[in-house]
Each structure stands twice: as C-alpha cells, then as structure tokens.
C-alpha cells in the first residue's frame, strides 16, 4: 500500500490512503476528556432506553403486533448507529486521536451507513402501517399480516447490506488524489470519496444509493402522511381526529429529527455554505447522536401502551402471606 501524503498535489495519484484523519470538535482538543463526559453519558443513556424498549416489546406478547415490532427494529437500529460512531469519537474525546486506520475507517463507514439506511427504512415502514392503520382500518389485519412483514424485513436486510457491501471494496480501489483529511469525527462515505480522484469510477452506483434511501424515503413518508392527513380531515369529530393524530405524533417527531439534520448538512455540504466548523461539526453530531436518544424518550410519552407494560414490569410484586 503506497504512502499518501497529507500535501499531495490535486493532480496526483495514489492507492487507498494507509490512515484518515478525523476533525474533533473544534476548541476541545486542548481538554479531550472534559467532552468524553457527555459523550459516554449520551451514549448509555441512548443504550438504557432503547434496551428498554427492546426488553418490554420481546417479553410482552399483547405487543407482538405489526407497530411495535417495527418501533423493535428502530430500537436495533438505534443502538447499532450509536455502537458504531462510539470508536472513534471516544477516541478523539479521551486521547485526541485523529488517525484512523484505512480498514477501520471503511468498518465504521458500513456500519455507520447501514444502520442510518435500517433507520430510514423503518421510519418508511412505520409510515405505510400507520397509513394502513388509518386509511384502510377495517383491512389493517388482512394487509399486514406475518407474511408481508417478513417479506419488508428482508428487503429491509437487502437494503442495508446488499447495497452497501460494495462501497467499502470501492472506496478501497479508488485513486486519491486529495489529502486524506475528513470532515467530521467518524467516517462517512461522502467525506471519503471527495478525497478520491475524478473519474476513480463508483460515484454513479454511490449516487445511487444514496438517492435510493435518503431521498426516496423521506417522500414516501411525508407522502403517506398526505393520505393520513385526508383522511383525518374527513373524521366527523375533532376528538376522533384528536385521537387518530395521537398514534402518529411520535413516529412523526422521530421522523423529523432524523431528516431535519440531515437535510441541512446536505444543503451546507452542496451549497458550501460559510458556517462555522463548531457549528457544522455540532449538526452532524446532533443528526447521528440524538434521535438514539429521543426516539425511546419519545415513544414512552406518546404510546400509552408501552408506558404501561414499562411501568407493570418495574413494579414490585407482591408477595401474599401464607
């Protein structure tokens, strides 16, 4: 593996660089541990509660049902994002590392994209069952049914690994030709491919997936949210429409702080907007780091369902006298 130096000319050409450099947050790395702090406090905190979630949803069988199994593979996806950018940013928050490792460095880059791609599919997934939910009420049970929901977690699976096994092995083979500096704490396959040379090949099919999940998705959602909306407005009362919008509200808050971020940072990435590093680099953490951490938070306050069995498994039995 030939050397990549960090002032290599634009018009220069080399293999896959033997180690990236990864940006902390700027103004810490002065005092690295002071931001390990709530970094591991966001992170456990993000653990408890989607374990949570996943602890009540596997041992209550009234919540085998269609919404909760999806909220199930939120909770997985959840746990694996925040499991997979832990690495580095521990790294730099402890010992002020930058570099990474070429092959570590494309680990965490699948890992990181294939549960952000999970997240985005059950959020599209928990839209088409409140959309049947709601829409078709009185067909809900027939549509989804096991079948059809083992048939949209292997397309869920296909999705995540079957597009994105080969983009790793891409980036691998690609001539750079740029200092091998990425923007942000962790890896991510638009920060690694800048640095590629034009024309290394692999930026159509990464356009591709791309476009295939983090554009598509979000339509679809807000698409099936047009339908729910037409059909609450045709609910004779506000209390019925009240209580329909109520099973919506969380997914909806989820859905919106997942996207919300992401949209920005693509908009300041393709725009080249004149933000501050601090702020970039906040976004970003914002956009990968809260939604593990809300989402549980969320779907507690808004599913009564979910409180309750919370609540009922936490309290302590009682014992009667003999």
């Not at 702090?37 to 949803?57: D, E, K």
């Not at 997985?76 to 990474?100: I, R, W, Y």
């Not at 069952?129 to 096991?146: E, F, G, K, M, V």
Request: hydrophobic share 50%; charged share 10%; net charge positive.
């Amino acid at each position: 593996m030939s050397t990549f130096l960090t002032h290599s000319a634009p018009n220069a050409s080399s293999s896959m660089a033997p180690t990236f450099l990864l940006v902390g947050l700027p103004g810490l790395s002065a005092v690295p541990s002071w931001w390990a702090v709530p970094l591991i406090t966001v992170y456990l905190l993000s653990a408890l509660g989607n374990g949570a979630i996943l602890w009540i949803i596997a041992l209550e069988p009234t919540l085998h049902r269609p919404m909760y199994f999806f909220l199930f593979l939120l909770s997985m996806s959840d746990v694996g994002l925040s499991t997979a950018l832990m690495p580095t940013l521990l790294g730099l928050a402890f010992a002020n590392t930058h570099a990474v490792s070429a092959s570590a460095c494309l680990l965490q880059m699948f890992f990181v994209h294939v549960f952000s791609v999970m997240e985005s599919s059950v959020l599209l997934a928990m839209a088409l069952d409140r959309a049947l939910a709601i829409c078709r009420p009185l067909h809900y049970p027939t549509l989804l049914t096991n079948g059809v929901i083992s048939k949209i977690c292997v397309a869920i699976a296909f999705r995540c690994l079957g597009l994105h096994l080969p983009l790793p092995f891409l980036l691998a083979h690609m001539p750079y030709c740029h200092p091998q500096v990425l923007t942000h704490s962790y890896c991510l396959h638009p920060d690694m491919a800048r640095l590629a040379c034009p024309g290394g090949g692999g930026a159509v099919y990464s356009l591709f997936v791309v476009l295939s999940a983090m554009g598509l998705d979000p339509l679809l959602i807000f698409f099936s949210y047009g339908l729910i909306g037409r059909v609450l407005q045709g609910l004779g009362s506000s209390e019925d429409r009240w209580k329909a919008g109520q099973t919506c509200a969380a997914h909806l808050s989820a859905v919106l702080l997942f996207y919300v971020p992401m949209v920005l940072l693509a908009l300041i990435d393709r725009l080249r907007m004149p933000i501050p590093q601090p702020a970039h680099t906040l976004l970003s953490y914002v956009h990968f780091l809260l939604p593990p951490l809300i989402n549980p938070i969320l779907y507690s306050v808004k599913m009564k369902e979910i409180r309750e069995r919370i609540r009922k498994r936490l309290q302590p039995r009682k014992v009667g006298c003999a």
